[in-house]
Antibody
Framework: QVQLVQSGAEVKKPGASVKVSCKAS????????IRWVRQAPGQGLEWMGW????????NYAQKFQGRVTMTTDTSTTTAYMELRSLRYDDTGVYYC????????????WGKGTTVSVSS | QSVLTQPPSASGTPGQRVTISCSGS????????VNWYQHLPGTAPKLLIY???QRPSGVPDRFSGSKSGTSASLAISGLQSEDEADYYC???????????FGGGTKLTVL
């Protein structure tokens, strides 16, 4: 079945970096993009950006420009999201989702990766 | 503040019909499709409605979506206890060149 399996929880210190992985299976990886969405504690969903699994094109939310890098490895059908210069307010749950385009939405989601930023 | 505006909460009794609104602008909802997601705490969000009013397979027809101008709505009829969740609208924003979410609406089934 189509699924996205994310890496496990992370605890990081302020200023550090975190790299979350998202392994896709059950579909042709290069046919879809991957979006990353996060949810801070007590807050709503926030779009972080998108990467094409076909050619690696990216589109990052302005808020994360310069701090985030999204990549894919087509040989392992895995997408990655790296966030640098972590701050306390980066604490939250990070989701990857299969993107069918803005018209058709994100139809398959990973279960989320909890990132805690703490000294 | 979110680009798309939703009421923070909504409620209804079993069997009732509830609607959740999502207000946007000429750069997002008016010109792009609206999608709705259901999110139960501790689980992955679920695509509920795409392209304003289309249901993915497996989503009950109790859920319906509509759009008019710069606003969209999600309607849930025959409310059930398992519908208690957070609901988010989302759309592409041409000015921001990115996707935007509403702030979410917590639905309580009384």
């Amino acid at each position: 079945q189509v699924q996205l399996v994310q890496s496990g929880a992370e605890v990081k210190k302020p200023g550090a970096s975190v790299k979350v992985s998202c392994k896709a299976s059950g579909y042709i990886f290069s046919n879809f993009g991957i979006r990353w969405v996060r949810q801070a504690p007590g807050q709503g969903l926030e779009w972080m950006g998108w990467i094409s699994a076909y050619n690696g094109d990216t589109n990052y939310a302005q808020k994360f420009q310069g701090r985030v890098t999204m990549t894919t490895d087509t040989s392992t059908t895995t997408a990655y999201m790296e966030l640098r210069s972590l701050r306390y307010d980066d604490t939250g749950v990070y989701y990857c989702a299969r993107d069918r385009g803005s018209t058709y939405g994100m139809d398959v989601w990973g279960k989320g990766t909890t990132v805690s930023v703490s000294s | 503040q979110s680009v798309l505006t939703q009421p923070p909460s909504a409620s209804g009794t079993p069997g009732q019909r509830v609607t959740i609104s999502c207000s946007g602008s000429s750069s997002n909802i008016e010109v792009n499709a609206v999608n709705w997601y259901q999110h139960l705490p501790g689980t992955a969000p679920k695509l509920l409605i795409y392209s304003n009013n289309q249901r993915p397979s497996g989503v009950p027809d109790r859920f319906s979506g509509s759009k008019s101008g710069t606003s969209a709505s999600l309607a849930i009829s025959g409310l059930q206890s398992e519908d208690e969740a957070d609901y988010y609208c989302a759309a592409w924003d041409d000015s921001l060149h990115g996707s935007v979410f509403g702030g979410g609406t917590k639905l309580t089934v009384l």
